[in-house]
Structures are given as structure tokens and as C-alpha cells.
């Protein structure tokens, strides 16, 4: 079929001239042969999937770090954690600080050691609001549905370590909090649950895998990432992971699960529920 471009009507093959205003007759665009159907069809789902790339990266639209930025980061926080701020707590508890060991100087010493973790992070990460903060590491997202999966496997990590150590397969750790908790008497010993339920969930996670993680991810694979905040996480808990072998196995464990949901969930709540059941597990012997 031929169509006449000024009027619109239509004749056989076989015409030249539209007999209406005698305009040239040009043919109909031909229909896309099966192979050129199979081009176009590939062509549009490679833009369909450069689509939803692009929505992924979107998650974290004006933070696109690097890891520069967690190595940079890294750093101060060992400065800072490692040295300055000991001895500032040296210099300072014997002046200020009257409830020696007691669960308001705990509360206040974690404070002050999470906001130094926190501080970094946001300054190498750029955020400058809690907003962007919030946006940034993804704490304005709900929940998903990936938290349960990560809850099973945390139970399952935190129960296999209390196996081997019931079987005496390896020594086990001191841990402050817990010990605290045992022997304070009263409401007072809840202080003791303040820093390893609510307040090391938030911040490590925050720090850890809202920026750490998402910034060795701008530069590296997901093994590499992960292996790196493996590592991270055996030097950050070094009075665990060295004294322990059965510790080391699960704070790996755990680093491996918390890691997986940050790459799978757009929200960092997921992590932070996660690791807040998984602190509290050890508490729930002692009530």
C-alpha cells in the first residue's frame, strides 16, 4: 500500500499519484522483518535494564563514595578511638566522672566513643544535616522484608556459638556489659543493656555498613568489600577476636550477614535490627 503525505488517503502499490491533489504517493514504513524485531527488542531491553541500573544507583543519589573516603575514614577513627579519646578518659574520670563503673558512666563513655565514630563518618561522607545524614545511610527507609532472613541467621550464628563453648570446643571472652549486668542488683543493671542493644546497633551500623561498606563498594567488588570490613570488624573487636578463636568465627559470621543485607536492602534498619537482637541474645540467660 501507498500513501499520499499531504492528504492522507490511501491507494494500491501499483499508483504513483494521489488522484486527489496529484501529490507524489510514497509507501507505507515496511514492517520490521523477524530479525530486525529480534535488534529492536534487544535494544529496548538493554535500555530497560540501563533503567533499572540507574534507579539502583539512585538509592544513594548524592553520595556516591569511594574508598578513599572509608580508608580516610578508617583512619581518624583509630586516631581518635585509639589514642585521643583513652586518654582524654584517663586525664578526665578522676575529676568529673563520680559513678565510677556504674551504668550512667557506662551509658555516658559510649556516648562519647559512638559520637566520635559518628562524627567521622558523616565528615568523610559529606552529610552535613540530619537529613542528609538519614538519606544518606539509609535510615529513612522502612524495614524489609530481608530483616527476617537476617534475624534467623543471626539466632543461628549466636546459637552455634553457645554450642561450641557449652562443649568447651574453645575459651570464651570477657565482655563488660554482660558481667555488669550480673552483678548489679535492682532496675540499675537495665543501664547495662542501654549500650549494646540501642546504642552499638545504631551507631556501628551507621558508621560501618551505611558508610563504610557502601564506600569500599564505590571502588571494589563484593568480596572484596566484604572481606575488608571482615577485617574491620576482627580489629575493631580485637579484645574478642584475638582472644578467641570462637569469637573470631562469629564476629566473621556476622560482619558476612550484616554485609548481605546491606547489599540486598536499600534500608539500614535491617542491619540495625539484626544486630540489636543478636547483642541482646546474650542477656536473655542472665534475666
Same mark, same amino acid.
Given at each position: 500500500m501507498?500513501?499520499?503525505?499531504?492528504?492522507g488517503a490511501?491507494?494500491?502499490d501499483?499508483?504513483?499519484?494521489?488522484?486527489?491533489?496529484t501529490?507524489e504517493?510514497v509507501d507505507?514504513?515496511?514492517?520490521?522483518?523477524?530479525v530486525?524485531?529480534?535488534? +529492536?527488542?534487544?535494544?529496548r531491553?538493554?535500555?530497560?535494564l540501563?533503567e533499572?541500573?540507574a534507579?539502583?544507583?539512585l538509592i544513594?543519589?548524592?553520595y &556516591?563514595?569511594?574508598?578513599k573516603?572509608?580508608?580516610?575514614c578508617?583512619?581518624v577513627i583509630?586516631i581518635?578511638?585509639?589514642?585521643i579519646?583513652?586518654a582524654?578518659?584517663?586525664?578526665?574520670?578522676?575529676?568529673?566522672?563520680t559513678?565510677r563503673?556504674?551504668? +550512667?558512666?557506662?551509658?555516658l563513655?559510649?556516648?562519647t566513643?559512638?559520637?566520635?565514630y559518628?562524627?567521622?563518618?558523616?565528615?568523610?561522607?559529606?552529610?552535613e544535616?540530619?537529613s542528609?545524614?538519614a538519606?544518606a545511610?539509609?535510615?529513612?527507609r522502612k524495614p524489609?522484608?530481608?530483616?527476617?532472613?537476617g534475624?534467623?541467621m543471626?539466632?543461628v550464628?549466636? /546459637?552455634s556459638t553457645?554450642f561450641m563453648?557449652?562443649?568447651h570446643w574453645?575459651?570464651?571472652v570477657?565482655?563488660y556489659?554482660?558481667e555488669? /549486668?550480673r552483678?548489679?542488683?535492682?532496675?540499675q543493671?537495665?543501664?547495662f543493656?542501654?549500650?549494646?542493644v +540501642?546504642?552499638?546497633p +545504631? /551507631?556501628e551500623?551507621i558508621?560501618?555498613?551505611?558508610f563504610?561498606?557502601?564506600?569500599?563498594r564505590g571502588? /571494589?567488588?563484593v568480596a572484596?568489600?566484604v572481606?575488608?570490613m571482615?577485617a574491620w570488624?576482627l580489629f575493631?573487636?580485637? &579484645?574478642y577476636?584475638f582472644?578467641s578463636w570462637i569469637a573470631?568465627?562469629?564476629l566473621?559470621?556476622?560482619?558476612?550477614? &550484616?554485609?548481605y543485607?546491606r547489599?540486598?536492602?536499600?534500608?539500614?534498619?535491617?542491619?540495625?535490627?539484626?544486630?540489636?537482637i543478636?547483642?541482646?541474645v546474650?542477656f536473655l540467660?542472665h534475666?
Amino acid at each position: 500500500m501507498k500513501k499520499c503525505a499531504y492528504c492522507g488517503a490511501e491507494y494500491p502499490d501499483d499508483a504513483t499519484v494521489c488522484a486527489i491533489d496529484t501529490n507524489e504517493l510514497v509507501d507505507h514504513p515496511p514492517k520490521p522483518k523477524p530479525v530486525e524485531e529480534m535488534v +529492536i527488542n534487544r535494544a529496548r531491553d538493554s535500555e530497560r535494564l540501563k533503567e533499572k541500573a540507574a534507579e539502583s544507583a539512585l538509592i544513594w543519589p548524592d553520595y &556516591q563514595w569511594r574508598a578513599k573516603d572509608a580508608w580516610k575514614c578508617i583512619g581518624v577513627i583509630i586516631i581518635l578511638t585509639g589514642f585521643i579519646l583513652p586518654a582524654a578518659v584517663l586525664f578526665l574520670r578522676p575529676h568529673f566522672l563520680t559513678h565510677r563503673e556504674s551504668g +550512667i558512666e557506662r551509658i555516658l563513655f559510649s556516648v562519647t566513643y559512638y559520637s566520635v565514630y559518628m562524627v567521622a563518618a558523616c565528615y568523610f561522607a559529606r552529610t552535613e544535616t540530619l537529613s542528609a545524614v538519614a538519606r544518606a545511610f539509609g535510615l529513612d527507609r522502612k524495614p524489609t522484608n530481608l530483616v527476617w532472613f537476617g534475624l534467623a541467621m543471626t539466632l543461628v550464628a549466636w /546459637f552455634s556459638t553457645h554450642f561450641m563453648l557449652y562443649h568447651h570446643w574453645g575459651k570464651g571472652v570477657y565482655v563488660y556489659d554482660l558481667e555488669a /549486668f550480673r552483678k548489679t542488683i535492682g532496675c540499675q543493671r537495665l543501664l547495662f543493656l542501654i549500650p549494646p542493644v +540501642i546504642l552499638a546497633p +545504631i /551507631f556501628e551500623e551507621i558508621v560501618e555498613r551505611g558508610f563504610l561498606y557502601r564506600a569500599f563498594r564505590g571502588s /571494589f567488588s563484593v568480596a572484596v568489600s566484604v572481606l575488608i570490613m571482615l577485617a574491620w570488624v576482627l580489629f575493631a573487636h580485637a &579484645q574478642y577476636s584475638f582472644r578467641s578463636w570462637i569469637a573470631a568465627v562469629h564476629l566473621s559470621a556476622f560482619a558476612v550477614i &550484616q554485609c548481605y543485607l546491606r547489599e540486598k536492602s536499600a534500608s539500614l534498619w535491617d542491619c540495625i535490627i539484626c544486630h540489636s537482637i543478636g547483642n541482646a541474645v546474650i542477656f536473655l540467660p542472665h534475666f
